[in-house]
Structures are given as C-alpha cells and as structure tokens.
C-alpha cells in the first residue's frame, strides 16, 4: 500500500504542471489549447535526447523553451493570422508530430537504459532516501506553482487576467492582448513541456504517442481540484491544480490495483468526469429551472 500511494503522489505532482499550465490558458486567458498533447511529447522527447546527450540538468529549461515555442507558434496564429484558438492549437499540435520525431532522432520512441537522469543522480547523492522521486517532483512541481502564483500578481500577469477577462477593455487601455495572450500560452506551453521533461526522465522512456489524452487528464485534474478547493481566488485555484492531480492519481491507482473499473475504460471515465464537470453549471441550472416550474405547478394545483 505504501507503495502505491508513493507512486500516485509523485505522478501526481510530475503531471501537476499540466494542470497548472491549463489553469493559465483555460480559466485565465479563457482559450482552449490543443497544443497540450503534442507540447508534452516535445518536453519529453527534447529532455530524453539531451540526457541520452549526458546533459540532464540542462535537459530541463531546454524542455521548458521548446514549449514555449510551441505556445509562440499557437499564439501567432491566433493572434497574427486570425485562425480560431481551437484550430490554431490543431494545427501547432498536427505539427509538433514531425517535430517530435526529429527531436528523438526520427525514431517512434527512445530510451534512457544506462543514462544519469536527476532522479538517479538525486539517489546517488543520497537526497531524500527512498522517497528521493518525490522529493524531487515536489520540489521542481512546487517551485513552478510558486513562480505562477507570483507572476499572476504582478502588472504582466493582471493584464493577462484582464485579457481573458475581457480583451476589449484591455484593448481600450492601451493594452496589447495579442502581447499578453503570446505571453500566457507560452508560459503555459513552458509548464507542459516541464512536465513532460521531468515524466520523460522518470519514466527513463519517450514514445511519440505518449502525448494523447493529456489534455483531457489535465483538464480533469484542474476541474476536480476546483470541485475541491473552489475558485474564489488566484491562490485557490493554483492549489486545485495540485491537489486535482494529486486526487486524479490516486484514482487511477485505485482503478489500477482494485479493478473497479477495467484499466482500459480508464480515459472514457475520465472524458466523461470531464464532460459532466464542465457542464455542471447548465445541470444545475436547469435543475434549479425543474424545481421552480414544480413548485409553480404545484401552487397552481392548490
């Protein structure tokens, strides 16, 4: 048991930056980014190879610039080119495919058998005893957390809040919101790319396919934390992210080690918690709709 539960916490904070990264571009800038799936794939894949290179530390802020340039890249589209931010995520993440296997040296996968990663090099040096893989995503997950809170308190960081808010009105105070979106969807895209980074070196392995569904798992986490913790404020909702993904983890090991629900269903549940969160506010209305016309019906009889 105290197995399962170390695993579930550190997946839970080494996918944690995916949830954040979402809660910046999905709740904050109000876009849905489809660049989430591939913009994994890159971090882990440009992580693997410069750690395969003998470079691990360095493996990471290269991860993070590769998704900040595939956040630029989704951003200009959208802002520059007019495309919809839905379709300009599409194409980018259409895209990141071919750039993906170029990063892993055209191959569909690629391994770190024998390779120093930081999680070894943590163990070799005796941080953290057995527990040293969570103690490294916690500190790396936290420190982003940290970094994202601090930022959405600064000048830049309130006027993407005011972007997602409203863009007219940003527009109206001399403000650029095609400057504050790049910004937004490259920090973004830098957080999943960190996420990938450090996943792709924990696990020792990248495949090209790893990528699918991470934004539905994200956006899972995120709306699960939310459900949890609320959405009242700005710190509030980076510590959903956490959390949700931390829940989120912990339910896939409990599905995985009980069998309640067959792994392979695993992904419809989550698209359905998905679905069935994003629409809660319409179920309850009407909900709160069928009770008023009952009630109403119910005067009217007497």
Same mark, same amino acid.
């Given at each position: ?53 003998g ?6 802020? $290269?991860?993070?610039?590769? *998704?900040?340039? !595939?956040g =630029?890249?989704?951003? +200009? &589209?959208? %802002? /520059?080119l @007019?495309?919809?931010?839905?379709l ?34 943590a ?13 490294? $995503?916690?500190?790396?997950? *936290?420190?982003a !957390?940290? =970094?994202?809170?601090? +930022? &959405?308190? %600064? /000048?830049? @960081? ?16 001399s ?44 956006? !899972?986490? =995120? ?65 709160a ?5 009952? !009630? ?7």
């Open positions: 048991m105290l197995i399962i539960t170390q695993t579930a916490l550190e997946l839970g904070f080494l996918y944690a930056p995916v949830a954040l990264a979402l809660f910046l571009s999905y709740r904050i800038l109000d876009i849905a980014d489809l660049t989430t799936d591939g913009c994994f794939v890159l971090g882990a894949a440009v992580s693997v190879s410069l750690t395969a290179a470079h691990p530390f360095l493996a990471i802020p $290269a991860a993070m610039l590769a *998704g900040a340039c !595939a =630029l890249i989704t951003a +200009f &589209l959208q %802002t /520059h @007019g495309v919809p931010s839905i300009a995520g599409i194409v980018t993440n259409t895209g990141l495919y071919t750039v993906n296997l170029m990063a892993m040296g055209w191959k569909a996968n690629q391994s770190l058998l024998g390779s120093d990663t930081v999680f070894t090099l163990r070799d040096a005796g941080i953290g005893g057995t527990w040293y893989e969570l103690l490294l $995503a916690v500190i790396v997950t *936290g420190l !957390a940290v =970094l994202l809170r601090l +930022f &959405l308190g %600064t /000048h830049l @960081g309130l006027s993407l809040r005011a972007t997602g808010d409203n863009p007219d009105m940003v527009r109206a105070s403000l650029n919101p095609a400057f504050t979106i790049s910004v937004g969807l490259c920090l973004a895209n830098a957080m999943t790319g960190l996420a990938g980074a450090m996943v792709g070196q924990y696990q020792k392995t990248v495949d090209i396919n790893s990528g699918t569904g991470i934004v539905v798992i994200g956006l !899972a986490c =995120l709306i699960i934390g939310e459900t949890v913790l609320g959405r009242r404020s700005m710190t509030r909702g980076v510590l959903a992210a956490l959390v949700g993904s931390l829940i989120y983890r912990f339910i896939y090991a409990v599905v995985f080690y009980t069998k309640i629900v067959p792994v392979e269903c695993l992904k419809l549940l989550t698209a359905i918690i998905v679905a069935l969160a994003i629409a809660a506010p319409s179920i309850r209305r009407w909900a709709f069928q009770r008023r016309k009952a !009630a109403a019906k119910g005067k009217g009889g007497n």
